[in-house]
């Protein structure tokens, strides 16, 4: 007989899931960017592409997005570790992270935030709406530039026409005593493995 135990609801959410380590950065009215970790981000739309990040309404970058009404997330690799949390410690109302950590913001496209330089993978999102939640606030952009470091995906396709880079992003498990863990090896492919099953049905 399999035993359930039951935890506080709060756990549901804190330490379910691995979250992905997320920088997400933002500029205001002063022009000087910040840059705060955000572990609760989620695709939310394909068509057209969208994002949403949920931040504390005290934070400061909370109230950078709803100025700018845009911001970019940035994904990180093992390298920044170090930089990742101190941005997670730390306040932009009291410190300039890009300079303190040496870190370089690229100008975006079409966004206020710039990028981060260091990060492989950066999304550009426009700011469509804004959902009030109990404890946060849910912003949901549309993605409207993705940038992926050129050397990592020249020559390298997948049956969408490009492949997205392999390396050591990261996600955060709150359930083993506060752990960054990269993401580890392949196991299997999508859409692939429910063959070896032999059972029938439509494909959807």
Do not use: W
């Not at 370089?104 to 990028?115: E, F, S």
């Amino acid at each position: 007989m399999i035993v359930k135990k039951l935890l506080p609801l709060k756990m549901a959410t804190m330490t379910s899931l691995p979250l992905a380590v997320t920088l997400v950065s933002s500029i205001g009215k002063d022009n000087k960017p910040n840059i705060m970790v955000v572990t609760y981000v989620t695709g939310v739309n394909e068509e057209p592409p969208m994002f949403g990040i949920a931040i504390r309404p005290q934070k400061h970058s909370n109230s950078l997005i709803r100025f700018s009404r845009g911001f970019v997330i940035n994904i990180p690799t093992l390298k920044l570790i170090k930089e990742i949390d101190y941005c997670g410690t730390h306040t932009g109302r009291s410190v300039q992270k890009f300079g303190q950590l040496g870190l370089l913001p690229i100008k975006a496209r079409k966004v206020k935030a710039p990028l981060i330089a260091e990060c492989p993978i950066n999304i550009e999102c426009q700011l469509d709406k804004i959902v009030k939640l109990p404890s946060h606030d849910f912003f949901i952009g549309k993605v409207v530039v993705l940038h992926v470091d050129k050397k990592l995906v020249e020559g390298k396709k997948n049956i969408y026409g490009v492949l997205l880079p392999k390396f050591n992003q990261l996600d955060f498990v709150f359930s083993t005593f506060l752990d960054y863990r990269v993401i580890g090896e392949k196991k299997g492919t999508a859409f692939q493995e429910h063959k070896k099953l032999n059972i029938g049905g439509i494909c959807l």
